[in-house]
């Protein structure tokens, strides 16, 4: 390979997140300072294909106004004023008032039941909707100000009725049925609703008649988009019973070109097949007519994240070493099962917790192929920023294809910056030191480190590091990693990062060294 020497350069252009419409550029945005040598570095920033919404600020409010309402518990009648958000009902003392007199969360929501209007004496009801939950049965008996029975009531009670439904399922195709609050609806507790074994129907998931279905196992929070991809659009979600967070992926049959289905397929398969600490863990899926919607487990952000929230807008080699060893502890298992992700990248590689040392797990199987060891695929995947020169010149590429993003993200994870520009050859410019490792960062991060990115963005596949040559590195074999790693072992509960092969060693190196572990 190569020897890259650290040269003196301009510096890379400073990292920025960025969110864009078009899917086939990336677009370089910077300050009007930046002077025209800085022009050629891409900054690091959100893809396109994987646009994210992750801060939610205030939830949308969807409707307010004063309600009288009585419960299957107490049956006195009190009145508030009923604010009505993509997350809940609050009800307050008055429309000025900060404090409130409860939350109603919608994942509590089991059910929204219209009263018929058809009485032989309207005077007899005594309500015109009701709201169940798990602990409680809501009589909502209309605004105070209509108590006397005038002409509006009915109509200001449906359009309450019809608001807290469509809360309830904010994302249902235009196709689909309104929402029925009918009697004798399923309720959660007799639903038994699984995924299939493969083979077991010729369907994706499990079928069921309407997203009304789906809405009385899990409340999707439409103003929270966890992500985008080639398939749908994740949401944050809950599931009602258990009050378990989830994020979910719909998928508008009506919109999805019927070319993909194959590749959608292979998604399904791939999720169901998996099962590794280091891979996002699929629970369920569930199909209807017009939406297809897949259950997984959420976790708490993304690598680029990370590392756009940091302060100096990159990481250090301590926190990368940490994440990367774990990214390919789980893409040895993916390759070990002939699974190519073929997408990775920051977005893709979730973190279980804000700390400085998550856990890592991978996601967003969309573009993943089953490729042997031996085999070769031609075909379109991934996000151009990341992919490997033999896929963006239409040539053959095999599971070597990840271990090149994971150079790249390597390498924009310690600067902030993508290695490569889109004017000139990456040939070229992997020869160019000035290109690629430019004074600033790169004088004060390790020469294994820049020795390990070397040995991955190799433009001849079988140059490149494989996933055992990687782990084997020198840049990943130091005690402070290895401390790091066991430590997380005992956060999980489960030895999956590290070998019991390499405890002698490191324990000689703790005796020789005077160290106590601080994983123990």
């Given at each position: 390979?190569?020897?890259?020497?650290?040269?003196?350069?301009?510096?890379?252009?400073?990292?920025?997140?960025?969110?864009?419409?078009d899917?086939?550029?990336?677009?370089?945005?910077?300050?009007?300072?930046?002077?025209?040598?800085?022009?050629?570095?891409?900054?690091?920033?959100?893809?396109?294909?994987?646009k994210?919404?992750?801060?939610r600020?205030?939830?949308?409010?969807?409707?307010?106004?004063?309600?009288?309402?009585?419960?299957?518990?107490?049956?006195?009648?009190k009145?508030h004023?009923?604010r009505?958000?993509t997350?809940?009902?609050?009800?307050?003392?008055?429309?000025?008032?900060t404090?409130?007199?409860k939350?109603?969360?919608l994942?509590?929501?089991?059910?929204?039941?219209?009263?018929?209007?058809?009485?032989p004496?309207?005077?007899?009801?005594?309500?015109?909707?009701?709201?169940?939950?798990?602990?409680?049965v809501?009589?909502?008996?209309?605004?105070?100000?209509?108590?006397?029975?005038?002409?509006?009531?009915?109509?200001?009670?449906?359009?309450?009725?019809?608001?807290?439904?469509?809360?309830?399922?904010?994302?249902?195709?235009?196709?689909?049925?309104?929402?029925?609050?009918?009697?004798?609806?399923?309720?959660?507790e007799?639903?038994?609703?699984?995924?299939?074994a493969?083979?077991?129907?010729?369907?994706?998931?499990m079928?069921?008649?309407s997203?009304?279905?789906?809405?009385?196992?899990y409340?999707?929070?439409?103003?929270?988009?966890?992500g985008?991809?080639?398939?749908?659009?994740v949401y944050?979600?809950?599931?009602?019973?258990?009050?378990?967070?989830?994020?979910?992926?719909?998928?508008?049959?009506l919109?999805?070109?019927?070319?993909?289905?194959a590749?959608?397929r292979?998604?399904?398969?791939?999720?169901?097949?998996v099962?590794?600490?280091g891979?996002?863990?699929?629970?369920?899926?569930?199909?209807?007519?017009?939406?297809?919607f897949?259950?997984m487990?959420?976790?708490k952000?993304?690598?680029?994240?990370?590392i756009?929230?940091?302060?100096?807008g990159r990481?250090?080699?301590?926190?990368?070493?940490?994440?990367?060893?774990?990214?390919?502890?789980?893409?040895?298992?993916l390759h070990?099962?002939?699974?190519?992700?073929?997408?990775?990248?920051?977005?893709?590689?979730?973190?279980?917790?804000?700390?400085?040392?998550?856990?890592?797990?991978?996601?967003?199987f969309?573009?993943?192929?089953?490729?042997?060891?031996?085999?070769f695929?031609?075909?379109v995947?991934?996000?151009p920023?990341?992919?490997?020169?033999?896929?963006?010149?239409?040539?053959?590429?095999?599971?070597?294809?990840?271990?090149?993003?994971?150079g790249?993200?390597v390498?924009?994870?310690?600067?902030?910056?993508?290695p490569?520009n889109?004017?000139e050859d990456?040939?070229?410019?992997?020869?160019?030191?000035?290109?690629?490792?430019?004074?600033?960062?790169?004088?004060?991060?390790?020469?294994?480190?820049?020795?390990?990115?070397?040995?991955?963005?190799?433009?001849?596949?079988?140059?490149?590091?494989?996933?055992?040559?990687?782990?084997?590195?020198?840049?990943?074999?130091?005690?402070?990693?290895?401390?790091?790693?066991?430590?997380?072992?005992?956060?999980?509960?489960e030895?999956f990062?590290?070998?019991?092969?390499?405890?002698?060693?490191?324990?000689?190196?703790?005796?020789?060294?005077?160290l106590?572990?601080?994983?123990?």
């Open positions: 390979m190569p020897s890259h020497k650290r040269a003196q350069a301009a510096p890379s252009a400073p990292l920025e997140n960025t969110e864009d419409d899917m086939s550029d990336l677009v370089q945005t910077q300050s009007e300072e930046n002077d025209v040598n800085e022009s050629q570095y891409i900054p690091l920033m959100r893809i396109v294909m994987s994210k919404q992750t801060k600020h205030s939830a949308k409010i969807l409707r307010e106004g004063w309600m009288v309402h009585y419960t299957d518990k107490h049956n006195m009648r009145k004023y009923w009505l958000d997350k809940s009902i609050i009800m307050y003392k008055d429309e000025n008032s404090g409130y007199y939350e109603l969360p994942n509590e929501i089991l059910d929204v039941k219209t009263i018929e209007q058809h009485a004496l309207k005077e007899q009801l005594t309500h015109y909707f009701e709201i169940k939950t798990h602990t409680a809501y009589y909502i008996a209309g605004a105070p100000c209509d108590e006397r029975g005038t002409q509006n009531q009915p109509d200001n009670a449906a359009s309450w009725s019809t608001a807290i439904k469509q809360a309830l399922m904010p994302v249902t195709p235009q196709s689909s049925t309104p929402m029925s609050g009918t009697p004798g609806a399923k309720g959660v007799s639903m038994q609703l699984k995924v299939p493969p083979g077991e129907t010729g369907h994706l998931g079928q069921i008649q997203e009304q279905e789906f809405s009385q196992l409340q999707i929070f439409a103003d929270e988009v966890l985008s991809g080639q398939f749908g659009t944050g979600g809950i599931h009602r019973k258990s009050g378990k967070h989830v994020a979910v992926k719909l998928i508008d049959k919109k999805f070109p019927s070319n993909k289905e590749a959608l292979t998604e399904v398969d791939i999720l169901q097949k099962r590794h600490p891979v996002v863990e699929f629970q369920q899926m569930l199909e209807t007519p017009d939406r297809i897949v259950v487990e959420k976790l952000g993304d690598m680029l994240e990370m756009l929230s940091s302060e100096k990481l250090s080699e301590r926190i990368t070493q940490f994440l990367v060893h774990q990214i390919l502890i789980a893409l040895h298992y070990s099962q002939n699974i190519v992700h073929c997408d990775l990248k920051p977005e893709n590689i979730l973190l279980s917790s804000d700390s400085d040392f998550p856990q890592v797990k991978l996601c967003d969309g573009f993943a192929r089953i490729i042997g060891e031996r085999s695929r031609r075909s995947v991934g996000t920023a990341y992919l490997a020169p033999e896929v963006l010149r239409n040539k053959g590429f095999n599971r070597s294809l990840d271990m090149w993003s994971v790249v993200i390498y924009v994870s310690l600067s902030g910056t993508f490569f889109e004017d990456i040939n070229d410019q992997i020869q160019n030191a000035e290109f690629m490792y430019p004074p600033n960062p790169w004088k004060d991060i390790s020469d294994n480190a820049i020795d390990f990115i070397n040995g991955l963005l190799q433009v001849k596949m079988s140059k490149r590091l494989t996933v055992s040559k990687s782990l084997a590195h020198i840049w990943l074999q130091n005690y402070q990693l290895w401390s790091d790693l066991r430590n997380l072992e005992r956060e999980v509960g030895r990062v590290t070998h019991e092969s390499d405890d002698a060693r490191w324990a000689e190196y703790e005796r020789s060294h005077g106590q572990p601080v994983y123990v």
